[in-house]
């Protein structure tokens, strides 16, 4: 499996082969040098983004030292408390948040996203954050590769699939310019992703071309068009709203910078997956799992029990993508 997965990475500028130089990585193509991070390769390449990328290096050196020293569970909390800004009860949340995602993720792994797993392959996740994905489908013995923008976040990720006993292959990366070779994986799993990306065509195109033909791809997003709060600043409305009055709006509600947030409607996911060509997909909204709801508030857990009844019933389908929470997207590649 390593021997496989070790050539996975390449250079994402010209992908060129990448050699090793010290503890760095440089392409042998190019020239272009790329710093090991904590056995994880910063492959991100200079674009507009929301991270600065010497920043994020930092943090990720000092999470792994915090890991040696205090374990995983203190340094997730760590990371929402000082990089993040949240409270210690938001923080104590979102840690138990993720540390309980592994199971989450299992669940989706015997559902929908059941053909990833199953793929003979190796099986990418885009923005694969702090990793529950990647641990869940090394617990059934796949070969798993993560990408994130954090590398923050990767150092969590390499820790915890190790955790679940899994031998993650991480890289720092943006999805809009992949790391990886041509056909080089069987499957990719996106999920909350395809909204941050600063060019949504490239990031569609990108899928297409690393994933080998007849590859499985599974993708998950708000939809733009939803009655219930934008998740993201919990604002209601934002997507109906002109794209250019958006931010102004969310500044002047929350006073929050909605910058490198872009929800997509249906219309707008078909339309990207057409002009990429290529991509047997459908779009699917499904109901919010059980298992979620104990989170939810009484009011809140009444109204998305209703939601679920309504997304069942075959007339309402039709008006889904005018107000539904959120869909996925899931195909293949054509041969």
Request: glycine share 8%; charged share 25%; aromatic share 8%.
């Amino acid at each position: 499996m390593h021997s496989l997965l070790d050539t996975l990475w390449c250079c994402p500028s010209c992908r060129g082969s990448l050699g090793q130089t010290n503890e760095d990585l440089h392409c042998e193509a190019c020239q272009t040098k790329y710093p090991v991070v904590h056995g994880i390769p910063d492959l991100r390449v200079e674009m507009d983004s929301w991270i600065d990328l010497n920043e994020d290096r930092t943090r990720a050196l000092e999470a792994a030292d915090r890991i040696c020293r205090e374990g995983l569970e203190a340094t997730i909390r760590h990371i929402f408390c000082f990089s993040r800004g949240m409270s210690e009860i938001q923080a104590d949340y979102r840690t138990r948040q993720i540390l309980a995602g592994v199971e989450k993720c299992q669940s989706q792994c015997s559902d929908w996203l059941k053909s990833a797993v199953e793929s003979n392959g190796i099986i990418l996740e885009i923005g694969c954050g702090p990793g529950q994905m990647l641990a869940a489908a090394a617990t059934r013995g796949c070969e798993v590769a993560g990408v994130d923008v954090s590398m923050e976040w990767l150092v969590v990720a390499r820790h915890l699939v190790e955790r679940h006993g899994g031998h993650p292959n991480l890289a720092a990366g943006f999805a809009e310019q992949l790391p990886l070779a041509d056909d080089s994986v069987e499957a990719i799993i996106s999920l909350d992703v395809i909204e941050h990306v600063g060019d949504q065509d490239a990031y569609v195109r990108e899928l297409g071309r690393v994933l080998n033909s007849g590859g499985f791809f599974a993708l998950s997003t708000p939809n733009r068009y939803s009655l219930s709060p934008e998740p993201h600043v919990n604002v209601w409305g934002v997507g109906y709203l002109p794209r250019s009055l958006q931010a102004r709006y969310v500044k002047l509600v929350k006073n929050q910078s909605y910058a490198f947030t872009r929800l997509l409607s249906v219309r707008e996911t078909r339309k990207l997956f057409s002009k990429a060509r290529g991509f047997d997909s459908r779009i699917v909204f499904p109901g919010i799992p059980e298992h979620e709801l104990s989170s939810f508030t009484k009011n809140k857990r009444r109204l998305a029990r209703i939601y679920n009844r309504l997304v069942e019933i075959p007339l309402v389908k039709v008006f889904l993508p005018f107000f539904g929470a959120y869909y996925r997207v899931c195909g293949t590649l054509r041969h």
